[in-house]
């Protein structure tokens, strides 16, 4: 009898082992996507930095030609 204790435990034994390896697996490459994505939204969110930083710079230009312009034109009006 004990013998075949032994025979029935090992095939749940063996199944439960291969269930927790596969969950292992599983749980490491859930693991590995997050700090993938971790990864990837810290380069989403430097390269919006970046933009949102050269959008500032352009409208700063914008900004200064337009002045500029207005001063052109006034100038342009006081001579006449």
Same mark, same amino acid.
């Given at each position: 009898?004990?013998?075949?204790?032994?025979?029935? =435990?090992?095939? %749940?034994?063996? *199944?439960?082992? @291969? =269930? %927790?390896? %596969? *969950?292992?697996?599983? @749980?490491?490459?859930? *693991?590995?996507?997050?700090?993938?994505? $971790?990864?990837?939204?810290? *380069?989403?969110?430097?390269?919006? #930095?970046?933009? $949102?930083?050269?959008? $500032? &710079?352009? @409208? !700063?230009? /914008?900004?200064?030609? $337009?002045?500029? !312009?207005?001063? /052109? #034109? =006034? &100038?342009?009006?006081?001579?006449?």
């Amino acid at each position: 009898m004990v013998r075949l204790e032994r025979s029935i =435990k090992e095939p %749940i034994d063996h *199944e439960a082992e @291969r =269930k %927790i390896k %596969i *969950e292992l697996e599983l @749980r490491a490459k859930l *693991e590995l996507a997050r700090a993938a994505l $971790t990864q990837q939204q810290a *380069e989403f969110e430097e390269e919006r #930095a970046k933009a $949102t930083q050269r959008e $500032t &710079l352009l @409208r !700063g230009q /914008v900004n200064l030609a $337009t002045i500029r !312009g207005e001063q /052109v #034109a =006034k &100038l342009a009006v006081s001579r006449q």
